[in-house]
């Protein structure tokens, strides 16, 4: 079965730091790219950052800019989200997720499919 399972959100004060990771199996990691996405109730969906498997170049909203770095590790079938100078608005739920390359220009609207996982919870206190 696919699985992509989002761990390493919690409660963390304005400025500090979270690293995320989303640990894939039941696919062909390789195949596919994988963005973060994020959701807070009420507010449409967000694409926080994506990884081109294939040569991996990243992708971020400009909202997150300078302050996220996105990694991957083929070997562990992880991708991870590096978290840092965080904002109160950047609380949400985070959610990984994986596409095929030929998505990857419109990452941001891919739709919710059973390559989406479980999301974890960012928490950011003011």
């Known amino acids: 079965d696919v699985q992509l399972q989002a761990s390493g959100g919690g409660l963390v004060q304005a400025g500090g730091s979270l690293r995320l990771s989303c640990a894939a199996s039941?696919?062909?990691?390789?195949?596919?790219?994988i963005g973060w996405f994020r959701q807070v109730p009420g507010k449409e969906r967000e694409g926080v950052s994506c990884?081109?498997?294939?040569?991996?170049?990243?992708y971020y909203a400009d909202s997150v800019k300078g302050r996220f770095t996105m990694s991957s590790d083929n070997a562990k079938n992880t991708v991870y989200l590096q978290m840092n100078s965080l904002k109160p608005e950047d609380a949400a739920v985070y959610h990984c997720a994986a596409f095929k390359g030929s998505l990857l220009r419109l990452w941001v609207r891919i739709p919710v499919s059973k390559y989406w996982g479980q999301g974890t919870q960012v928490t950011v206190s003011s």
């Open positions: 990884i081109s498997n294939s040569d991996g170049t990243t």
């Open positions: 039941g696919f062909s990691f390789d195949d596919y790219d």
